[in-house]
């Protein structure tokens, strides 16, 4: 089911920038609503909040437009971060970026600090500042709480309903049915059609928050400026298609006359970029395409900026080409490409894509260039997730092992690192271990039920009394975690 489809049917989407293509029905704040006051935190406290996006994120990760990809979710979430920092007053949510594949120009908020941006949107800015202005707007919204008013005014008839999604969390939660199906069904019931977007204050105030958070953060604000020009050009070139982004986001003169003013009334910024935005901009889009058509589209693109760029650009382009060249079977004239791109600019997608092209030699000289790539970027987990790959392939299970245990030890919260440390487990035939990390990896997923499950095959296996008391305490402990979840949405769901 696509990210985009399945979102429309149940309405958990805040459409950021629809503009093109998009129409999600958004849990938006109401319009004419006044600031979020305590009556409605008391309807949809944080931690409830978490819980809807915990369980909307465990579902969607399955979804085939979810870009499971920790380079580019490791960029895109240390950017909401930063901007995170730096907001005006403090979040009650951590800030989780991740990526869909979608060429619409597109961002959405889920509930629990979850921001999910479109492949397209990435393309589509021509600045990190650009990028930066979408995520700090979206922020803004969460920075409110407007995710978690829209769903609460369902007791007043002006939001969604959510009985019917609290019902479909709860079986989840319970390891019965199909959470993206029961929220589709709730979806056709409730009635999204009498959704209404942001109101046109609620956008500003996002807006004000959005531009704070970016000067603060060390970004140009006119990125946001820039990009919402666009998007409001783009918004009339689709008017008349209905749903589409003026219906939950409006764009209005008077919103880029009060960016505009406040850039006027503020010094120019002189913004560092990251280089790695040019790469992960690359990276989206060969990803993005999908068909012979677009692939050849964008190998013009990337031979025309290889030709006309600078720097990090060029080194960028160079990059792509290398990568599709790599992709065709051309490891010669990708070997030349990423030469040429290394003798620009340093990054580690350039040294990630080297690692690959050393696996079409020899597991060997992946293994030798996957550990030059780590002692130059040893706080990348795209590097880590190459260089763990690497020793597997090898059939270095040991080197594997402890390598990923203090990848762990540096990363605890990403999932991706257990999934592979369990399969050089079970290859060693330390099968306790390797049901552990599993039940962690699904943990940290959301799939608490299936947690359990490889914690009780754990405990099946297991012959040792301490490790069995162990086992059992952690069962316990989900089972705890479980039961938390459930009680902190049946009260909602009675209503």
């Known amino acids: 089911m696509k990210w985009k489809r399945w979102l429309r049917s149940t309405g958990q989407g805040l459409c950021l920038a629809g503009a093109l293509a998009c129409a999600l029905p958004a849990w938006g704040q109401p319009m004419g609503l006044p600031t979020l006051g305590a009556a409605s935190t008391a309807e949809l406290s944080p931690a409830v909040e978490r819980t809807l996006g915990d369980a909307i994120m465990e579902q969607g990760r399955h979804d085939p437009t979810y870009i499971a990809d920790l380079d580019i979710n490791q960029y895109l979430t240390r950017l909401g971060r ?26 959405f908020a889920l509930p629990g600090g979850y921001i999910g941006v479109n492949s397209g949107l990435v393309v589509a800015a021509h600045s990190e500042s650009e990028l930066a202005g979408v995520l700090a707007h979206e922020i803004g919204h969460v920075m409110q709480r407007h995710i978690a008013r829209g769903i609460s005014q369902q007791s007043q008839g002006r939001g969604i309903q959510v009985v019917s999604l609290l019902g479909a969390l709860l079986a989840a939660l319970a390891g019965q049915g199909d959470l993206a199906m029961g929220v589709a069904a709730f979806g056709q019931a409730a009635a999204i059609d009498k959704q209404l977007g942001f109101s046109r204050s609620a956008e500003q105030e996002a807006d004000r928050a959005g531009f704070q958070m970016m000067r603060k953060a060390g970004f140009d604000p006119r990125g946001m400026l820039d990009m919402f020009r666009r998007l409001m050009n ?148 795209g590097v880590a997730n190459e260089r763990a790959r690497a020793l597997q392939k090898a059939g270095q299970d040991e080197a594997a092992v ?34 552990e990390a599993m039940a962690t990896y699904y943990e940290q997923t959301g799939a608490l039920p299936t947690a359990v499950e490889h914690l009780q095959q754990a405990r099946s296996l297991s012959h040792d009394f301490y490790v069995q008391s162990s086992l059992d305490t952690r069962i316990r402990a989900v089972r705890e975690r479980l039961d938390t979840q459930r009680a902190l949405l049946e009260p909602y769901k009675k209503k």
């Open 82 to 107: 930063r901007l995170a920092a730096n907001a005006p007053q403090p979040l009650d949510q951590t800030i989780t970026v991740f990526a869909v594949r979608d060429p619409a120009i597109n961002a």
């Open 234 to 381: 783009a918004a009339r070139l689709n008017e008349g298609t209905g749903g589409g982004y003026a219906s939950t986001h409006p764009l209005s003169i008077q919103r880029l006359s009060d960016m505009e003013n406040r850039l006027a009334e503020e010094p120019p910024l002189s913004a560092r970029p990251d280089p790695e935005f040019w790469f992960i901009r690359t990276r989206l889009a060969l990803i993005q395409a999908q068909d012979n058509a677009d692939r050849q589209r964008l190998q013009q693109t990337l031979r025309s900026d290889a030709r006309a760029q600078q720097g990090m650009q060029r080194a960028a382009a160079l990059y792509g080409q290398a990568w599709l060249d790599q992709e065709a079977g051309k490891l010669a004239a990708a070997r030349g490409k990423l030469a040429a791109a290394q003798a620009l600019q340093a990054a580690p997608q350039l040294d990630m894509l080297a690692v690959q092209l050393a696996a079409a030699q020899s597991a060997t000289a992946a293994v030798e260039a996957s550990a030059q790539a780590w002692k130059r970027w040893p706080h990348s987990q």
């Open 402 to 435: 402890t390598f990923l245990q203090a990848a762990i030890g540096q990363w605890p919260q990403v999932p991706d690192f257990q999934k592979l440390l369990a399969n050089s487990l079970e290859r060693l035939g330390h099968k306790v271990a390797a049901h």
